[in-house]
C-alpha cells in the first residue's frame, strides 16, 4: 500500500522527464571515467522501475480476477504469475546484457539433459551482484522449471518481489532471528510439495562471501567445537562454509528430488556499489557452472550428506579458483 505507488510513481516520473535526464546524463558523462556510465545506470534504472510497475499493475489484475485473492494460489493464478515473473526477467535479462555488455555462458548440465518429470533441489554458491535473479531467470526460462525460492527478509522491501513471491511458493528467512530448526523447518515445508516441474533453490552459504564473513564462518566452527571442518573451511578461499541444516531438511522433505549444484564466477568481485559502479560498463563473461547428481548418488545418512555436501563445496571452490577471469577484490 506504501511502497507500490511509490515505485509507480517515480516509473511515470522518469518517463515524463525522460529528454531532461537524457540530456542531462549525456553532459555528465565526459566528466566521469567509463563509457557514458550515467547514461547507463539511468537507463538500467528506469527499465528497472518500469518493469515493476507492469508487474505491479498485472498482480492487480489478478488479483481482482481471483476473486480480491481468494483463488490467487490456485494451479491457474500460480501459473499466470509464474509466466509474469518469467518475462519481467527475460526484460531484465536482455537490458543488462545490452547495457552492462555482459555474456553469460552456460557449463555442464544443458537444459535439454535433466531429466523431464521429476523436482529439483538447486544448491548455488552466493557471490556477486544478481545471482539469485541469473538463477531464477536460467531456471524458469532456460530450463523450464517453476522455482520456489529461499530468501533474505530484507528483499521483501522491494514490493514486486513481496507481492510476487508470497503469492508463489518462497521463503523469506530473517538471518538474525530465524536461524536453526525454525528455518530448517521453513526450508523442510517449501520442499515437501515440490512437483515434477519445480526446483528449490538454496543458497547453503547463507550470503555472499566476503573475506570477513570467511573468517566469521571459521571462527563459529571452531567455537562450536568442530575443528576439522574449520580446518577445510579454510582451505576453500572463495566459498564460505555451507550451512548443512538447510540442505539436509530439503533432501529428507523431498525424497524423489535430484540435486543440481551451481558454480559461477565472472562478477563475484563486485560486492559493493562503488565496486559496480566502477565497474560500468562490466565487459565480462559470466560462467555458470551446472552439476547434475542423480538423487541415487545422496548419501542417506546425515552425516555422509554433510560430508558430501563440504566435499561438493571445495569442488565448487576449486573451479571458481581455475575459471576466475579476474583475481578477487574482496570487501564487507
Not at 93 to 121: C, F, M, N
Not at 262 to 288: E, F, N, S
Not at 292 to 310: C, G, Q, S
Amino acid at each position: 500500500m506504501l511502497l507500490a505507488p511509490v515505485v509507480v510513481g517515480l516509473a511515470l516520473a522518469l518517463v515524463g522527464t525522460a529528454p531532461a535526464w537524457v540530456l542531462l546524463t549525456l553532459a555528465g558523462s565526459p566528466l566521469v571515467p567509463g563509457r557514458l556510465r550515467p547514461l547507463r545506470l539511468l537507463w538500467l534504472t528506469t527499465v528497472y522501475l518500469l518493469v515493476e510497475a507492469v508487474a505491479l499493475a498485472v498482480m492487480f489484475v489478478l488479483w481482482v480476477g481471483s476473486g480480491f485473492g481468494a483463488a490467487v494460489r490456485r494451479p491457474a493464478f500460480q501459473r499466470a504469475h509464474y509466466r509474469l515473473c518469467g518475462r519481467a526477467m527475460r526484460v531484465l535479462y536482455q537490458q543488462a546484457k545490452w547495457v552492462l555488455r555482459l555474456h553469460v555462458e552456460i557449463e555442464g548440465t544443458a537444459p535439454d539433459s535433466v531429466p523431464a518429470g521429476r523436482p529439483l533441489l538447486v544448491l548455488s554458491r552466493h557471490a556477486g551482484p544478481g545471482d539469485s535473479f541469473l538463477l531464477a531467470h536460467a531456471l524458469i526460462n532456460w530450463y523450464d522449471r517453476d522455482p520456489r525460492i529461499v530468501l533474505k527478509e530484507a528483499l521483501e522491501w522491494d514490493p514486486t518481489i513481496d507481492v510476487l513471491l508470497h503469492r508463489l511458493p518462497s521463503r523469506f528467512i530473517a538471518p538474525g532471528r530465524q536461524r536453526g530448526e525454525q528455518a530448517e523447518a521453513e526450508i523442510a515445508s517449501l520442499a515437501a510439495g515440490l512437483g515434477q516441474h519445480d526446483a528449490l533453490l538454496i543458497f547453503p552459504e547463507g550470503g555472499n562471501f566476503t573475506l570477513r564473513r570467511w573468517e566469521r564462518a571459521i571462527a563459529r566452527l571452531n567455537r562450536l567445537g568442530l575443528p576439522q571442518m574449520a580446518r577445510r573451511a579454510q582451505r576453500m578461499h572463495n566459498v564460505l562454509p555451507p550451512h548443512p541444516g538447510g540442505v539436509l531438511a530439503a533432501l529428507d522433505a523431498a525424497p524423489d528430488a535430484d540435486v543440481i549444484m551451481v558454480g559461477h564466477t565472472g562478477v563475484d568481485h563486485l560486492m559493493t556499489i562503488t565496486d559496480v559502479w566502477q565497474a560500468l560498463p562490466m565487459d565480462k563473461t559470466i560462467i555458470m557452472q551446472w552439476w547434475l547428481v542423480p538423487r541415487a548418488d545422496v548419501p542417506v545418512e546425515a552425516e555422509a550428506r554433510i560430508e558430501w555436501l563440504y566435499q561438493w563445496w571445495a569442488r565448487i571452490d576449486l573451479w571458481i579458483e581455475t575459471n576466475r577471469p579476474v583475481p578477487a577484490s574482496i570487501t564487507d
